[in-house]
């Protein structure tokens, strides 16, 4: 147990100093928002819109996109076509039916920027993924087997672009129908929910403006996350609103930084992450065993249970996320960060930013990571005692 906290707080404590988030100040149209590294006067109008509404929006559709197999290259795509689009007067988050409106120039520069991407980023990124540079594509869809690359650029642009730039739009047009004016519709809808979990799980689901496939849960935790921790948009202080609210966004990066350090095998077996269709045998890169993050969703463990332990995870579920009512005997995997950090000087967005910068820094999602400069060397399990961890497993 000793070992497994000092880990959680080893990372969280790199995250703190390492943050990472969209490059949001060097959109054109919102550099004004900032001095420095921080939005200033979130409530200041922008048009018809708070700054607050404005980067909300921003970040929900960076979110989605976030989505996609290169998150630096993402990123880019994202500042890049939000700056052209702007300089041709489509000002996409301040009025969003301008996306669809000149859909064609919005798809000539998602593309125009794609292939100018592709040329900085493909080498790169192939180096880091034991992958062809050809390969690189940031335009992905949905399937069985998870997300996979597509070629259908309107597939992608009217999914991934169109529906969460729509979320807005409808509850702007909701509120007309009710003959009532928001400077920050999409601000009043995610803070009518008792919690940011809460919120995250609507923005996926909720019937009327739920984004459905077009947002994994991965996503809508990471846009938690930057709503919370990184931009500070929320309004809403209480525990519901805390740095403790909700669950980590865990990706591939994540799941392989806390499957190689030996977290994940200190809070369950291998054997139950084999039958959970967490680790899926053979199935991975050169018949590697591969490793399904998502599916470790809702699977539960007592394999650390201790009083203490549980004290903390059920006022995490039932106060700050607040989706159970009554206490638990078992913890869910992805919200026992929460529990080890519940009251301390680091949150959830610190132990993500600390699980990004590791597993983009330094363990690759290859053979040869960058395991002798990496910053928790000393804690990691794969490192000191198991390389087979490393060599015989993939994301």
């Known amino acids: 147990m000793d070992n497994v906290v000092k880990l959680v707080f080893e990372i969280a404590k790199i995250g703190k100093s390492n943050k990472t988030f969209p490059p949001i100040k060097e959109v054109k149209p919102f550099h ?21 509404e404005i980067v909300a929006r921003y970040l929900l559709l960076n979110a989605v996109l976030d989505q996609g197999p290169d998150v630096i290259g993402v990123r880019e795509l994202l500042k890049d076509v939000t700056n052209n689009l702007y300089k041709n007067e489509i000002r ?12 064609n120039i919005s798809i000539d520069n998602i593309l125009l920027s794609h292939k100018s991407i592709k040329e900085i980023r493909s080498k790169d990124w192939a180096k880091t993924n034991n992958s062809n540079p050809e390969r690189y594509n940031l335009f992905f869809a949905q399937s069985q087997r998870g997300l996979i690359s597509i ?144 599916n470790i969703r809702g699977k539960k463990s007592t394999k650390l249970k201790t009083d203490d332990l549980m004290k903390n995870y059920n006022e995490v579920v039932i106060h700050h996320m607040k989706i159970r009512e009554r206490i638990s005997n078992s913890f869910e995997i992805q919200k026992l960060p929460n529990a080890f950090l519940l009251k ?23 053979e040869k990571p960058n395991c002798v400069k990496c910053p928790i060397r000393n804690s990691c399990y794969a490192f000191q005692k198991d390389r087979s961890l490393i060599e015989d497993f993939t994301t």
């Open 92 to 103: 996409i988050f301040h009025r969003p039916l301008d996306f669809f409106k000149e859909l």
């Open 32 to 52: 004004h928002f900032f001095i420095d590294d921080r939005i200033h006067e979130l409530n200041e109008l922008d048009g018809p819109w708070t700054r607050r």
């Open 344 to 366: 301390s000087e680091y949150g959830i967005g610190d132990f993500d930013d600390g699980l990004m910068f590791i597993g983009t820094n330094y363990c690759f999602n290859n």
């Open 151 to 294: 070629n259908e650029i309107l597939d992608y642009s009217v999914h991934r672009w169109g529906v969460p730039l729509s979320v807005p739009y409808l509850l702007e047009k909701d509120l007309s129908i009710k003959s009532k004016i928001s400077v920050q519709p999409l601000i009043d809808y995610l803070e009518s929910f008792e919690s940011a979990e809460i919120m995250a799980q609507q923005l996926k689901s909720n019937e009327r403006y739920g984004l459905g496939s077009a947002l994994g849960d991965k996503a809508s935790h990471l846009f938690s996350k930057w709503y919370i921790h990184t931009f500070q948009l929320n309004y809403r202080k209480d525990d519901g609103w805390s740095e403790w609210s909700y669950e980590t966004p865990f990706d591939s990066n994540a799941g392989r930084v806390l499957f190689r350090t030996g977290f994940l095998l200190s809070v369950a077996d291998l054997r139950d992450y084999i039958d959970w269709g967490v680790i899926q045998k053979n199935k991975g890169k050169s018949g590697k065993n591969y490793i399904r993050v998502t």
